[in-house]
């Protein structure tokens, strides 16, 4: 089965991770496979092993009815020749040709503004169509005014995959005798410098580890979590989530993002507990596809 995971992943690598993630499950399934991740990130040699490719970040004049066949994402899409398309919060960009790639395709949304799903263009508003697609799945617990079925949400390892406690710690260069806190803030470029001195006490209290997906840190820092205390990041998908299903003590910072409710997304994770794995409830989906 060829299975093609397009998302946009413009800045940071969250959306990249959340395609890892599925291609973990993939593998941890045994299905059958060819994947391979296709997005605009600047990060994307952080995807190891698994396939991708980067699509430049076109305008809805290259993506019009008039010139799409002649963008680089509707002919890089085309020569992947899909069984299954996973699409990740990009929507927008390949409606207007959807219907034009091959094989079976599933909507996946984390949390997201309801005017996500309508976006304004000179020509008109165009308007998410759930036709094409055979299922429409959020990845996380919220509501939304377009319908959706819901898994737990898309976790980039399980929980018997990760760094044994001694191991992350010598890896790590520390010997255990103080707790570990891990700063790891990204997203943006700037995150990481724009909240360092307001944690600079955690030096008092803990072995920091200072980390971002921008410079050489870790990654994925999740590896590392038997070690780790107290996590501090930002509310985005993969921290949040992460930080529940490792039950990990966690300080978040509200950052600047066009498309979601990030105190929406604390509230949500309140008190929230999962155990299964999105990644692996999906590939059961796409087992039955």
């Known amino acids: 089965?060829?299975?093609?995971?397009?998302?946009?992943?413009?800045?940071?690598?969250?959306?990249?991770?959340?395609?890892?993630?599925?291609?973990?499950?993939?593998?941890?399934?045994?299905?059958?496979?060819?994947?391979?991740?296709?997005?605009?990130?600047?990060?994307?040699?952080?995807?190891g092993d698994f396939d991708n490719e980067r699509v430049p970040i076109e305008t809805e004049r290259d993506l019009s009815p008039a010139r799409y066949r002649k963008s680089v994402l509707?002919?890089?899409?085309?020569?992947?020749?899909?069984?299954?398309?996973?699409?990740?919060?990009?929507?927008?960009?390949?409606?207007?040709?959807?219907?034009?790639?091959?094989?079976?395709?599933?909507?996946?949304?984390?949390?997201?503004?309801?005017?996500?799903?309508?976006?304004?263009?000179?020509?008109?508003?165009?308007?998410?169509?759930p036709e094409p697609y055979e299922r429409v799945i959020a990845i996380e617990p919220f509501e939304s005014a377009v319908p959706m079925e819901r898994i737990e949400p898309v976790i980039l390892k399980n929980r018997d995959e990760i760094l044994p406690r001694e191991t992350a710690?010598?890896?790590?260069?520390?010997?255990g005798s103080k707790p570990v806190a891990l700063y790891a803030l990204s997203g943006h470029p700037d995150y990481f410098e724009r909240y360092r001195e307001k944690y600079a006490y955690l030096d008092s209290e803990y072995d920091v580890v200072r980390t971002t997906?921008?410079?050489?840190?870790?990654?994925?820092?999740?590896?590392?979590?038997?070690?780790?205390?107290?996590?501090?990041?930002?509310?985005?998908?993969n921290q949040v989530w992460e930080s529940v299903y490792f039950g990990k003590k966690a300080i978040f910072e509200i950052l600047d993002v066009n498309f979601s409710d990030q105190p929406a997304r604390l509230e949500a994770a309140a008190g929230y507990r999962f155990d299964v794995n999105g990644a692996d409830q999906l590939v059961e989906i796409i087992g039955g596809a």
């Open 1 to 47: 089965m060829r299975i093609v995971y397009y998302t946009s992943a413009t800045t940071g690598a969250g959306r990249l991770v959340t395609g890892m993630a599925i291609g973990n499950a993939l593998l941890r399934k045994g299905v059958p496979h060819r994947y391979t991740i296709v997005h605009s990130s600047p990060l994307g040699h952080l995807v």
């Open 74 to 129: 509707y002919r890089t899409l085309l020569r992947l020749k899909p069984d299954l398309l996973l699409v990740n919060h990009q929507w927008f960009m390949i409606q207007g040709f959807i219907r034009e790639i091959p094989g079976k395709k599933i909507y996946l949304s984390d949390q997201a503004y309801d005017h996500h799903f309508r976006v304004p263009l000179p020509a008109g508003e165009i308007a998410f169509d």
């Open 169 to 175: 710690l010598e890896r790590l260069r520390l010997d």
């Open 213 to 237: 997906t921008f410079r050489e840190g870790l990654f994925p820092a999740v590896d590392y979590f038997n070690a780790i205390d107290l996590v501090v990041c930002g509310a985005g998908y």
